[in-house]
């Protein structure tokens, strides 16, 4: 029998498939390492069941979009969490996760956690006004739960930071049934950087998944796909933009005289450490591709 379904992880070669009325655990065949596909968890794909809840992956249907590392396809929404303090937020990370979402075409939404510890207003009022869905919570006072629990409750949804931001801490108040491991246990499980632990959804009452992503918080550009610098200003909806009165069409919007995004980050339209991140990531691929191309002349 052939049926459709949504991988919810996958461990040692096994796929967790969630049909319309049950869960499958499907083998996929060497077929996929041919064709260069590896299904992983957001992957819409068709099973042939085998067995009483037993199958064989057949066919991965096609990608909206898919994140590198940890893999996961078809994502509707990116929540990039940074902590207010412990640790202090970091606007290029945040502006890095950022830019990975828009560039996938994924919606982000940027989250200030421990809110508790310290004001999150300097960043809130930086992100808002770029146009970009932005809450402020704590799980100590329960400030922003009932916003995230909102925002996260359709399509599937992962969460992006860096390790201790709070991040299961935020998934387990806005969705209790999940429980998932938060800090010093969550350590010792090896939840951090290191772990070989696999990306898993789960659904909600609401019909949607949320992902929980061991280790999804470096912000290595090559890593995801964000190599075209001429692209990037697409990443940053807000300097975006200005691009259109810039003098030159092929203005990098770094340097250039007559550069519109320039213009308007010195009248202060828009905010400094957004147009800081944007040139640091512009070179940061500049690099990358000369690296590339002196390796090629080798
Ligand atoms: P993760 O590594 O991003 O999943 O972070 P965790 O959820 O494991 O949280 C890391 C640490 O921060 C834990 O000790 C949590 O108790 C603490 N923490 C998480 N959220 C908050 C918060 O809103 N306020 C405060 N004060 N501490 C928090
Ligand atoms: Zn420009």
Request: proline share 3%.
């Amino acid at each position: 029998m052939t049926l459709n379904g949504l991988v919810l992880k996958c461990i040692g070669g096994l796929y967790t498939v969630k049909t319309d009325n049950e869960i499958i655990q499907c083998q996929a065949r060497g077929r996929f390492r041919k064709d260069g596909i590896s299904p992983c968890a957001g992957d819409q794909v068709r099973i042939k069941k085998d067995g009483n809840s037993t199958g064989v992956l057949a066919e991965v249907f096609p990608r909206k979009n898919y994140l590198v590392r940890p893999p996961i396809s078809n994502l509707d929404k990116l929540f990039v969490i940074s902590s207010v303090l412990a640790p202090a937020a970091n606007k290029l990370l945040i502006d890095k996760a950022i830019a990975v979402a828009e560039l996938s075409g994924i919606e982000p939404v940027v989250v200030f956690t421990k809110a508790d510890l310290g004001s999150a207003e300097e960043l809130y009022r930086i992100y808002q006004r770029s146009g970009i869905e932005c809450c402020v919570a704590s799980v100590v006072s329960g400030e922003g739960v009932q916003q995230v629990r909102q925002l996260a409750q359709d399509g599937i949804c992962a969460f992006i930071g860096n390790s201790g931001v709070g991040k299961s801490s935020l998934m387990n108040a806005a969705f209790p049934g999940l429980n998932l491991k938060t800090g010093e246990i969550s350590q010792k499980l090896g939840r951090g950087r290191h772990t070989t632990r696999q990306v898993e959804l789960y659904e909600l009452f609401s019909g949607g998944y949320i992902a929980d992503t061991p280790g999804f918080s470096t912000f290595d550009m090559e890593r995801y796909n964000v190599t075209d610098k001429d692209q990037l200003i697409l990443g940053f909806r807000d300097l975006n933009s200005y691009t259109g009165e810039c003098k030159f069409s092929s203005c990098s919007h770094t340097c250039e005289k007559g550069c519109a995004v320039l213009k308007a980050v010195k009248e202060g339209k828009v905010p400094a450490s957004r147009f800081e991140s944007y040139v640091a990531m512009y070179n940061e691929i500049k690099g990358v591709k000369q690296w590339e191309q002196k390796s090629k002349l080798v």
